[in-house]
């Protein structure tokens, strides 16, 4: 996007230096175990059952984060060629793309933590959960290194969550015990899983209530910012580590609530952004709603590691029931249930949609939702056309004048079209 004039800018949050030296710990601790064999390495997918994991004291590697990182440094516009080249089509989740890419131009962001590329697995284990894409991803590495790819098979676009669902699920959880035995050369402890359960737990009751502290007025913490501060929930869950970061930011964001609008840009008007965020241009468009005076105050993204169902006391069982109720995992009845619920916690003047071309299992703006909410609450909704890594699928202006256009409608309160 052209630079617009500067807006005021939120000031930072002190906790972003804690945050940038755990991640650079976390990198450094799975590289090292990757490198020096000292403890056993997983990849997981971001929402799979990394309490197994952690049970088991594998160092664990999420590469959607990884893919998250190509996308913001914009590697990513120079890694997925290679791998469209090798038959992984362009209109493929452009993480997969961009990560496999970067595996073969040997290229990463990671080399700013001091990493040459991702650390190399013993094991690779996901969940269909979230999409298909995440086993055939992995699996491109099961291929490439000769190491076991085990995962769960799950249920999509669930209604209600049935016993029956929760039941198959555990099977395949229990299933994949002994092949992570194996390879960790240790046997699972019961009391050390419901450990690591009880801290997946904390940490996503400390997450929900930094973002629910988004429901003041002004947001302490918006969408963009919340892109970053989420790092500890995907790639530390089930850590001690995580938990520790996210009672320092609930504490710091409280702070901001109770000093208000001192010091702070102002917000006009709230929007919810659901569908994933735009990683080569979060400064971009952060700058753009800020010079409009409008907060992006909640999102289904930062939300989705947000697990209610996490329980100590059946580990297994609440694992398999948390993983069903994902927001990306249900059908459109739930969602829109959903992000009813959310538009009204966070009293919030319109949604923005974000269709991102290459992700349609994280866009919800293809079978009339956007419509059908703007009917049922009375409130104005916006899709953008986009992408999560590939910026092909991007348009910097199309998306300013579109976004402008919106608010300016919302300011004079005409009726606004879903599509500009
Ligand atoms: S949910 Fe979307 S972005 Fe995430 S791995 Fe699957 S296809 Fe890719």
């Given at each position: 996007m052209p630079a617009p004039p500067r807006p005021a800018a939120e000031p930072p949050l002190r906790s972003a230096a804690v945050l940038k030296q755990l991640m650079a710990d976390h990198f450094a601790a799975v590289d090292r175990a990757a490198r020096e064999h000292h403890r056993p390495v997983a990849w997981c997918t971001s929402v799979g059952p990394v309490e197994l994991l952690r049970a088991l004291g594998y160092e664990v590697f999420f590469p959607e984060n990884h893919g998250a990182l190509l996308g913001a440094s914009r590697v990513a516009g120079e890694t997925m060629p290679r791998a469209h080249a090798l038959g992984y089509s362009p209109d493929i989740c452009s993480y997969l793309t961009s990560d496999i890419g970067s595996y073969l131009a040997k290229k990463t962001p990671l080399a700013k933590y001091?990493?040459?590329?991702?650390p190399r697995p013993d094991l690779l284990l996901y969940s269909t959960n979230q999409c298909r894409e995440v086993r055939d991803w992995f699996e491109f590495y099961g291929r490439e290194w000769g190491v076991p790819v085990v995962g769960v098979t799950s249920f999509r676009d669930l209604g209600e969550v049935e016993e029956h669902h929760v039941e198959a699920i555990v099977r395949q959880l229990e299933a994949l015990v002994p092949e992570l035995e194996r390879v960790a050369s240790r046997r699972l402890d019961g009391a050390a899983l419901e450990a690591a359960v009880a801290r997946s737990r904390e940490c996503s009751d400390l997450w929900r209530d930094c973002l629910g502290a988004?429901?003041?007025?002004?947001?302490?913490?918006?969408f963009f910012d919340a892109t970053i501060h989420m790092g500890p929930a995907v790639v530390?869950?089930?850590?001690?580590e995580a938990c520790d970061y996210y009672r320092l930011l609930s504490a710091e964001l409280q702070e901001r609530v109770r000093a208000g609008a001192a010091g702070r840009p102002r917000e006009r008007f709230r929007l919810y952004w659901d569908g994933m965020p735009v990683w080569g241009r979060l400064r971009d468009l952060s700058d753009l709603f800020a010079r409009i005076e409008?907060?992006?105050?909640?999102?289904t993204y930062c939300n989705s590691w947000v697990f209610d169902a996490l329980d100590p006391r059946d580990p297994l069982r609440s694992m398999a029931r948390a993983s069903l109720e994902l927001f990306i995992a249900r059908a459109e009845g739930p969602k829109e249930r959903y992000l009813e619920r959310m538009v009204d916690q966070f009293q919030v003047d319109g949604i923005l949609f974000h269709d991102a071309l290459t992700c349609p299992n994280n866009s919800?703006?293809?079978?009339g939702m956007p419509q059908r909410l703007r009917k049922q609450l009375g409130i104005p909704v916006l899709v953008v056309d986009g992408d999560l890594n590939d910026?092909?699928?991007?348009s910097d202006e199309q998306a300013r004048t579109n976004i402008e256009g919106f608010v300016e409608q919302l300011e004079g309160g005409r009726p606004v079209p879903a599509r500009a």
């Open positions: 001091g990493l040459q590329g991702a988004s429901a003041a007025r002004p947001a302490p913490l918006g530390l869950r089930g850590a001690q409008t907060g992006v105050v909640a999102s919800n703006a293809r079978f910026l092909r699928c991007f």
